[in-house]
Structures are given as C-alpha cells and as structure tokens.
C-alpha cells in the first residue's frame, strides 16, 4: 500500500465536503456532526496519519486488535471507540482501553463491563445497537426491546448511556436505508417518552452519509472513504 499521510488528509477533506454540503441542504451545522474515523483492518502507521490529520475518535470492532493498537499509541493519546460485538470474555480488553461502546445489545454484556470498568476505575460512554434492518444475521436489539436495556443498564454508574446506534440494510436502496435511519429515530422518542436521555445518533458510513445527515444523524463513522479499500 503506497497510501501517505497526504493522501489520508486529502480523503479527510473529501469527506469533510460531503458532510458539510449533506448538513448544509437540509439545514443543519455540519459542526455537530461527529466523524469516527474507522480504522478496523488498518495498521498503526495509517492510524498515526489519521491522528496527526485531526482525526481523535477511532472505531475497531475486534477487542484484541483495539488492545493491540491502543497500546501502540497510548502516547497520541486517541479517542477508542468500539463498534463490534463485545464478547463478555474479553470486557476487561474493552473496559481498558475504549471511552465508548456503540455495540451494546445484551445487558450480560454490559454488567461484565461494569465490572471491569470498576476494577480499571473508569466509565465508558454507551450507545445501544438497534437491529433496525431486521435482518437475522445483524447485531442489534430489537427496537421493542431497547427501553427494557436501557433501563437496566441506567443502574450500572459506570456506563452512561449517550444515544444509539444502527447499521442500515446491507445493500438496502435508498427508502430502506432511509426507513432504518427514521426507525431509530422513533425509537429514540420511544425513549424519551420513557424519561431515557439518548442524544446521540449514530447512523452513517462511506456509503450513505448522505441520508443519515439528512435523517438527524449526529456522529458518522467512516472507514474506507477515509482510509481506503479494507
Ligand atoms: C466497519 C464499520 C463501519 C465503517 O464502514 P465503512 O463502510 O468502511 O465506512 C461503520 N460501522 C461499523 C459498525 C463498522 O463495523
């Protein structure tokens, strides 16, 4: 791979244009959307330019790869954010190094976090994952499911629900991928309604940034319009 450090920021850049033009047509301010720079599959030395690019927020999906490279960079001090499946044997990986989980779905997983994060002395912000697309094979609780989870996991002190997240329908069109977007929406005033505070709406990848900005997306995470082909 011959990608440099120029070639990351140019990329930046390029999806810095299509989230402020994206925000801008439906009249939002692209400076309250965040961008996760997904950096799962890709080597430390590609990490080391998104960080020096500006990018502080980075998103793995497997815990022993997030050890493995948050151990690397300690020094550049970044912002880990897991977005895969989190097996309770390997809480103690995530509790150590993440500052937000947006995959949670099993309050199993969550109660082995608590733990850990009491061991480590830490907190985490949390999104719940929502299975909007319905697909079998998709991780994410249902959407009649999300206030019971909410709920339980309001009474571990160390997570601290911030919002929910969701994977639209793979290779879905446009209408579904927008209809996942507003599914989580809805159930975010599901929550609301039952006195659960969620902000954070994260929805939103290379493909389809797009209608997630223009369905309330507030945090994107984006991996290979910004590092390229995984
Ligand atoms: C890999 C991944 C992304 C990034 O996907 P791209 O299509 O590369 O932007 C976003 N969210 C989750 C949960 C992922 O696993």
């Known amino acids: 791979m011959h990608d440099d450090a120029a070639s990351f920021a140019s990329r930046l850049a390029t999806v810095r244009g299509r989230i402020e033009r994206a925000a801008r047509s439906v009249g939002r301010d692209p400076g309250e959307i965040r961008l996760i720079a997904v950096s ?21 999906s497997r815990a022993q790869e997030l050890t493995a490279k948050a151990a690397e960079v300690a020094d550049l001090n970044p912002r880990w954010v897991f977005l895969g499946p989190v097996q309770t044997n390997k809480a103690r990986d995530v ?5 937000e989980v947006q995959s949670l779905e099993r309050i199993e997983v969550a109660t082995a976090l608590q733990r850990r994060l009491e061991t480590a002395e830490r907190t985490l912000d949390v999104l719940l994952q929502v299975n909007t697309s319905g697909e079998a094979s998709k991780s994410g ?29 793979l290779g879905g069109d446009e209408a579904e991928t927008r209809r996942c977007f507003r599914e989580l929406v809805r159930v975010q005033a599901d929550l609301r309604q039952a006195g659960v505070v969620a902000p954070d709406l994260s929805m939103g990848m290379s493909g389809d940034l797009e209608l997630a900005i223009a369905e309330g997306a507030t945090t994107l995470r984006v991996g290979t319009a910004l590092f390229g082909g995984r």
């Open 141 to 169: 609780v249902a959407s009649s499911a999300v206030v019971d989870l909410a709920r339980q996991v309001m009474g571990l002190d160390r997570l601290r629900i911030r919002g929910l997240m969701t994977i639209a329908t």
């Open 40 to 60: 799962k599959t890709f080597p430390v030395v590609r990490i080391r330019e998104a960080l020096a690019a500006g990018c502080r927020d980075l998103g793995e």
């Open 95 to 99: 509790a150590r190094w993440a500052h």
